[in-house]
């Protein structure tokens, strides 16, 4: 079975701080894709990023910053120099070839302080 | 590029009453997907649909609930009779899948917020 924890349920930073959320994925399936997806205050769900399982090599976009590791089955997360308007709940989720559908985690509400 | 509509975006009704959510996904994508977001049980996949054949409804929650896609560029979801208990925001997604190893992104609407007093 397929499976996406984020332990962190609430984090709270200053604005400018760096700020890493985690995600820990479960899966049997050798080919597999994670997503990152942002769901701001005002409700809809943003598509972030997609990394399939044959590519782990770690992505920056901007402030933005993904870290997949194979072989502790993480996929983190990594906002540099935060800002308010990243505040925002963050939804990890895996997706396996064989099967449409996506698990998302129960997400993380970042609150990032002025 | 219009990107996945929902309407309406806030629906309120009375217990008993018929729901019917609308969805036009984004022009050229074949699969389509219905969440509920609640606060208790998160993200729920409710249904999808490939070239409009419903896949896996297995998250339905019960036989009050309904989902079809007569085409490709419409889909409804319809809760007959509504009870409090489906107070929820309801996400439809779009993507495109051209192959079976391929899982694509999915694009989602705005979400209809439903309250059902």
């Known amino acids: 079975a397929q499976k996406v924890t984020q332990a962190q349920t609430e984090i709270s930073v200053v604005e400018k701080e760096d700020v890493t959320l985690d995600c820990v994925y479960e899966t049997r399936d050798t080919t597999y894709y994670l997503f990152w997806y942002k769901q701001p205050p005002s409700g809809e769900l943003v598509f972030l990023i997609r990394?399939?399982?044959?590519?782990?090599q770690n992505e920056i976009s901007g402030r933005y910053s993904w870290n997949f590791q194979k072989s502790t089955s993480s996929f983190n997360f990594t906002i540099t120099a935060s800002q308010v308007v990243d505040s925002a709940v963050y939804f990890c989720a895996l997706s396996i070839s064989l099967g449409f559908k996506t698990i998302f985690g129960a997400g993380t509400r970042l609150f990032v302080k002025a | 590029d219009a990107g996945v509509i929902q309407s309406p975006r806030h629906e309120v009704t009375e217990m008993g009453q018929e729901v019917t959510l609308r969805c036009k996904p984004i022009s050229g994508h074949n699969s389509l997907f219905w969440y509920r977001q609640t606060m208790m049980r998160g993200l729920e996949l409710l249904i999808y649909f490939n070239n409009n054949v419903p896949i896996d409804d297995s998250g339905m929650p019960e036989d009050r609930f309904s989902a079809k896609m007569p085409n490709a560029s419409f889909s409804t979801l319809k809760i007959q009779p509504s009870e409090p208990r489906d107070s929820a925001v309801y996400f439809c997604?779009?993507?495109?899948?051209?192959?079976?190893?391929?899982?694509?992104?999915?694009?989602f609407g705005p979400g209809t917020r439903l309250t059902v007093l």
């Open positions: 997604a779009s993507s495109s899948r051209s192959g079976w190893r391929d899982t694509d992104t999915q694009y």
């Open positions: 990394r399939n399982s044959f590519d782990e």
